[in-house]
């Protein structure tokens, strides 16, 4: 079995009592001494700080670096101004997901933000399609570090920290700038459903950086969050996750990502398939899934219509925020609409369920860039 990697705040996280578990081949914090309750909450209410570094992050430049991009992944990154970032997603040639990405324009090239699980994969992926085109895909992953800072008092700690103006930055943008001392790139960007920032520096600087964050945050509400929290507030905001409800199993379309996808731009990987798609409907769609009988609805957990399975649960729990036992799940087109009643099986019971809009709860996001 292969050893877990540790992340440079390994030390930190044990210090304040994380309790680590594996994920995605690293040891990490799945939840403090406060729990993952009080995590979430913090988050939805005040503002918490997530050591995110097991994410990769791949630099692109050159003088082709927007044709390459425009190739690999299926958003119109020429839309983009210097400074703006956006959610995407590569493809592979049928349409099913390589991985969700989100994509940073700098002022000295891209960046783009991968999942761990996938980042090794992703690279070779990119460096596999970068034939005829001047461009430069490089892993900068060890010597960049990535903190997620998130929630309503988000920009109050960071603005302690720093003397860049952070209330005019709109959502989905990023700028840099020095936070405790330490040169950074801030995108407004995260996957809480909360307003808030993701920092991309110095490896090297780990511990002054979060250490620093930490204690400015303690007016403010702050709390150390670790995986579990994450989850639980990605979910309620129906954010997906890899492996969860997307994989190399699963399409835009059907996971309703279809917004992200430019089918008018020029040719990319999978716009062939992508269109069949659109045209005739994909055969299952993901939706939300709240219990009407009294039980928690796990992943994995099989769905079913009139007793015959037709789908699975890919994340379920009782909302921190809402109070309900929720879930996101797939099923078959004609039984994806609002009121639609399901059974959920658990442990081998048939739980009736129903389909009911998402997200579950309304993202809080600062207004991005005025459209141009």
Known sequence: MAELRRTRLHRAHVELGGRMVPFAGWELPVQYPSGPLAEHHAVRNAAGIFDIDHMGQIRV???DALPFLQRIQVFDASTLEVWDAHYSLMTYDDGTIVDDIFIYRLDDGWMIAVNAANREKDLAWMQA?????DVQVQDISEPTYMLAVQGPRAEAVLQKLTQANLAPVPARTA???QVAGVEMVLGRTGYTGEDGFELFFDADQA????????EAGQEEGLLPCGLAARDSLRFEACLPLYGHEISAET???EARLGWVVSLDKEDFIGREALWKTRLEGPPRLLVGLEMIDRAVPREGYPIAVEGRVVGHVTTGMKSPTLGTFLALGYVPR?????????????RGKPRRAQVVRRPFYKP?????RVSR
């Open 61 to 63: 430049t050159g003088p």
């Open 129 to 133: 399609h970068t034939q005829g085109l």
């Open 175 to 177: 700028l840099r700038a």
């Open 207 to 214: 511990e002054t950086v979060w250490w620093r964050i930490l």
């Open 251 to 253: 399409t835009p379309h």
């Open 334 to 346: 004609g039984h994806h609409r609002l009121g639609t009643q399901v059974e959920i099986q658990v």
């Open 364 to 368: 809080r996001y600062r207004p991005g």
